[in-house]
């Protein structure tokens, strides 16, 4: 015979909730855990110290540290899932895309006064062991598919396309928003949402502007070509597989030389990324710069350096570095490599600002739209598959199109 107490729950009902609310609080600490060293570099013992239990206490409810971090994961593609379903009830794309956005500010300023814990950054999927990868990234295509039906109905393949774009600027935007949101108080969310989503609806260029790079000549001169090789081939594993997935030995297999080889160029992992930030980031300053001496409008120079990104991503041979490296870096080193950002997402306001006083940009929020513009660029690696199903400039057009004109125009189909 079971016990009811006053408010009519059972022992076994009180049992099951004190479980799932231990649980719950597990998955929060291991997200923060994730966020903070990625899946890799997350431990029992750190997750367990947050929630105040022991490490065995821990492997209760999970057995292994591959488990923890897919349920964390899990609960993020759940998280996703419920806010698009949300946004699909909308009756046409700007408002689906509306409420998206405006559930994601609502969330993080939960996150923020303390009242919810955040979600796991999905970085580390891909450096994820099989079958738990597989699971995982079949979920987040579902995640990817879902939010691709924002834009629906799709009546060609060239539509498909571009929502495809559509959804992985959006989603990435969203992903990106921890990285400098925290710089406004919480009571400009509401404005800074707004101006986000005046990007998204209407875009940067004015509406007799058209998309018409100039081609930016970024090659240089390499003083150290083997050492180069290796900046090259850490940047595609680590961005592929994360900064723990991407491993000394799986480097120096990637080009067929020793651990040994490594050290002898660089001193260790942690200066491999920054040299491989460093990189990326001289990348972007210098499509910047020679947008800059070639001269014309303000918008004629960002689409010059948007063309010029892309095409280095969507290349492939020498991507740059996407930020989910950031996650797992001494918070030192990581906000270093921030700053950097910051710094170049400044330039791209300049640049922005000064169009909007020239008539050749619209009047947006440079200071939102240049960090709308670095989630894109950093992304667009991961899209380089679907560039490759088209000719590169339709590829580059179509993409860049998501912010130059904003994610509801279909001028590149034509």
Known sequence: MQLVDDAGATGADRSTKRFQAKRDAILAAAADAINEASAKGMTFADVAQRVGLNTTSVTYYFKRKEDLAAAAFEATLATLHAMLDEALAEPDPPARVDCFLRLNFARLARVRRGEQHAIAILSDLRAMEEPIKGRLLTGWRDVFRKTRRLWAPCPTRAHTDLAGARAHVLLENSFWLTAWLDRYELDQYDRVEARLMDVFRHGLAMPDDDWAPQPL?????TPDPARENFLLAATRLINQLGYRGASVQRIASELNVTKGSFYHHLDAKDDLVTECYRRSFDTITDAQRAADHAGGSHWQRLVSTMAALLDVQFAERAPLLRTTALSGLPPRVRQTMIDR?????????????????EGSIRAVDPLVASQ???ALQNAAFDM??????MPRDRAIAMYASTLAFGLFDDRTIA
């Open 372 to 374: 709308a513009l670095m």
């Open 384 to 389: 380089r598959k679907w560039a490759s199903t």
């Open 217 to 221: 000549d970024l090659s240089h001169e």
């Open 341 to 357: 950002s910051n710094r170049i997402a400044r330039r791209f306001a300049g640049t922005m600002s000064d169009g909007i006083a």
